[in-house]
C-alpha cells in the first residue's frame, strides 16, 4: 500500500544534542510537509517543500531545519532542541502545490522526548 | 486570512445516538473543507472534504459533513455513534489562493459511552 513512513515513532534526546527525524512516501506526491502538534493541539505548520523547493513558515525557529534528497524522503533536523521543542511532529504529503482540491496524507509521526 | 473555528473542545455521546462536531470557517473567497480524524499517537487520517457541489458530503466510517455557505459552517454528522469513533477530530480549510496553507482547528475530543 501506498503511504507514508515516518522514523522512529519515539525519539528520546537530550537538551542541546542534534536530533534527526525522518520521512518516507510511496505516493510520488511532489510536496512534503512537516508539522509540529503539541498536546492534541492543532498542528503547527513548519515548513514545506515543492519538489527541492523549500518553503518556510515566518514564524519557524532557525533551530529547525529540513534536508530532502530525493522525492521520496524528507528530513527534520532540530540543532539544539530544547524542552519546548518536544512534541509530536507529524510528515504529510500532497499531489503538488496546485492541488488545493488534494487532502494531505499524513504519517504516524513521531513523538520527540527532550530530556 | 483564513482560519477555522472548532467551539467545542470536547463533545460526549452515547453510543448509537447521533453526534454532531462543530466547525464555522473565516476564509476570502471559495473554501475547501476537510475534515480528519486522529487517535491517540497516531498521524491524521483524512474523512471528507468539501471542494464544490452537493452541500451534504459523505466520507470514511459513515461520517459526512454539511456545508453552509450562509452560516459559513462545515459541521461533521454521523447518525449512530460507535465507541470506536472516540477520537479527536481537526477541521481544516486551505483556499486556491495560498494552495500550501492549510489551517486547522483546534480539534475536539470526541468521547463515545457504552
Known amino acids: 500500500d501506498a503511504m507514508v513512513i515516518q522514523n522512529p515513532r519515539y525519539q528520546v534526546t537530550q537538551f542541546g544534542k542534534p536530533v534527526t527525524l525522518s520521512c518516507s512516501q510511496t505516493?510520488?506526491?511532489?510536496?512534503m510537509y512537516w508539522y509540529q502538534q503539541k498536546s492534541s493541539q492543532a498542528p503547527k505548520l513548519l515548513f514545506h517543500?515543492?519538489?527541492?523547493?523549500?518553503?518556510n513558515e515566518a514564524d519557524t525557529p532557525d533551530n529547525f531545519q529540513s534536508r530532502r534528497p530525493n522525492t521520496s524522503f524528507c528530513f527534520l533536523d532540530i540543532r539544539s532542541p530544547g524542552l519546548g521543542d518536544a512534541a509530536m511532529y507529524l510528515c504529510?504529503?500532497?499531489?503538488?502545490?496546485?492541488?488545493?482540491?488534494?487532502?494531505?496524507?499524513f504519517g504516524p509521526g513521531t513523538r520527540l522526548t527532550v530530556t | 486570512a483564513q482560519s477555522v473555528a472548532q467551539p467545542e473542545d470536547q463533545v460526549n455521546v452515547a453510543e448509537g445516538n447521533p453526534l454532531t462536531v462543530k466547525c464555522t470557517y473565516s476564509?476570502?473567497?471559495?473554501?475547501?473543507l476537510f475534515w480528519y480524524v486522529q487517535y491517540p499517537n497516531r498521524g491524521l487520517q483524512f474523512l471528507l472534504k468539501?471542494?464544490?457541489?452537493?452541500?451534504l458530503v459523505k466520507g470514511s466510517y459513515g461520517f459526512e459533513a454539511e456545508f453552509n455557505k450562509s452560516q459559513t459552517s462545515f459541521h461533521l454528522k454521523k447518525p449512530s455513534a460507535l465507541v470506536s469513533d472516540s477520537a479527536l477530530y481537526f477541521c481544516?480549510?486551505?483556499?486556491?489562493?495560498?494552495?500550501?496553507?492549510?489551517?486547522f482547528g483546534a480539534g475536539t475530543r470526541l468521547t463515545v459511552k457504552p
Open positions: 517543500y515543492y519538489d527541492k523547493d523549500f518553503n
Open positions: 481544516a480549510v486551505r483556499t486556491r489562493y495560498n494552495n500550501n496553507d492549510m489551517r
Open positions: 504529510a504529503t500532497s499531489p503538488d502545490p496546485q492541488g488545493q482540491l488534494y487532502e494531505q496524507y
Open positions: 476564509v476570502s473567497g471559495n473554501p475547501y
Open positions: 505516493l510520488n506526491h511532489n510536496v
Open positions: 468539501y471542494i464544490t457541489g452537493d452541500n
